[in-house]
């Protein structure tokens, strides 16, 4: 499974991004699908998450600012980032999980990640 992720960039705090990113391969089911972030200096973190049903989970950090939504036609996860603040700056990866449809094989994946920078 390979993951392309898009989006980021510089960004004035209370300005908004958008982040996509589309999962390519064969016999591809795919269950949960989230976004990361790495600040330097830190630990991976959580930002959110969404089930093949649509549940979503956020950290308590991005609660009312970020929408995270799926398009499950197209393999794409994406994350909408409002009223951004200098300490969402971070890589921002993207990952999927779920298995192969033709021999029920699981698969985890992580995007390249893409850069957010929020000025103040």
């Known amino acids: 499974v390979e993951l392309q992720a898009s989006g980021g960039g510089l960004v004035q705090a209370g300005g908004s991004l958008r982040l996509s990113c589309a999962a390519s391969?064969?016999?591809?089911?795919?269950?949960?699908m989230g976004w990361y972030r790495q600040a330097p200096g830190k630990q991976r973190e959580l930002v959110a998450t969404i089930t093949n049903r649509g549940s979503t989970n956020y950290a308590d950090s991005v609660k009312g600012r970020f929408t995270i939504s799926r398009d499950n036609a197209k393999n794409t996860v994406y994350l909408q980032m409002n009223s951004l603040k200098p300490e969402d700056t971070a890589v921002y990866y993207c990952?999927?999980?779920?298995?192969?449809?033709?021999?029920?094989?699981?698969?985890?994946?992580w995007g390249q990640g893409t850069q957010v920078t929020v000025s103040s």
């Open positions: 990952n999927v999980d779920g298995y192969y449809s033709i021999n029920y094989v699981p698969f985890g994946s």
């Open positions: 391969g064969s016999r591809l089911s795919i269950n949960d």
